[in-house]
């Protein structure tokens, strides 16, 4: 399957980049056609710019976002690992969304709704971590999960999207980190 692979954290020893390759190595052990794209390293522009956004809804308005809106073309899964940072993800894969997920990408909009485009993305793995607990975050209706699962399936009719969390990121021990990355591997071996 071909699989995108986008990493959002801007520290190269973080625990996010371990995800990351862990990940990698799980696709490249089932044989998965993989492509990465690591946002910080790639220094992408997260600023919608004022020409940019006057063309936001107009058909022609992939060129300076091009390159990435092909990789999302290409690609059958994805799988998003990133730290969730004040209930939502790092402006840099915000950006990612304003910038590449364009109407003209991601769907029709018309009088009937919305009429999804990128129904080329067959699976969708989410994959955060956050310091707050799941307790916390299931008290107040997890709305990091809802944005991304809920915007996701409007535009792809994905039906195959997993949310993957480790909570109290800041307040646990080596073991329950490994006990994760565990969890990761085995989550990839079934994706």
Not at 5 to 14: R, Y
Not at 50 to 63: G, H
Not at 113 to 125: A, D, E, S, Y
Not at 129 to 151: D, E, F, V
Request: with cysteine; glycine share 4%.
């Amino acid at each position: 399957m071909k699989t995108l692979v986008l990493l959002a954290h801007p520290v190269t020893d973080s625990f996010n980049h371990s995800i990351f390759n862990v990940v990698c190595e799980q696709l490249a052990l089932k044989g998965h056609e993989i492509k990465t794209l690591d946002l910080y390293l790639e220094d992408f522009e997260a600023r919608m710019n004022a020409s940019e956004r006057e063309n936001y809804m107009k058909k022609d308005n992939t060129e300076t976002v091009d390159k990435y809106v092909k990789q999302l073309q290409w690609a059958e899964a994805l799988i998003m690992v990133y730290p969730t940072w004040w209930m939502g993800p790092p402006a840099i894969l915000k950006g990612w969304f304003d910038r590449v997920w364009l109407p003209s990408v991601v769907a029709e909009f018309g009088p009937e709704g919305v009429t999804p485009k990128l129904t080329n993305l067959k699976k969708i793995q989410i994959i955060t971590t956050q310091g707050a607990s799941k307790w916390r975050m299931t008290l107040i209706g997890n709305p990091p999960r809802k944005m991304m699962t809920l915007s996701l399936k409007a535009v792809t009719k994905c039906k195959n999207i997993d949310w993957l969390a480790l909570y109290r990121m800041d307040k646990i021990s080596k073991p329950e980190l490994s006990q994760f990355l565990d969890k990761v591997r085995e989550t990839i071996k079934r994706f």
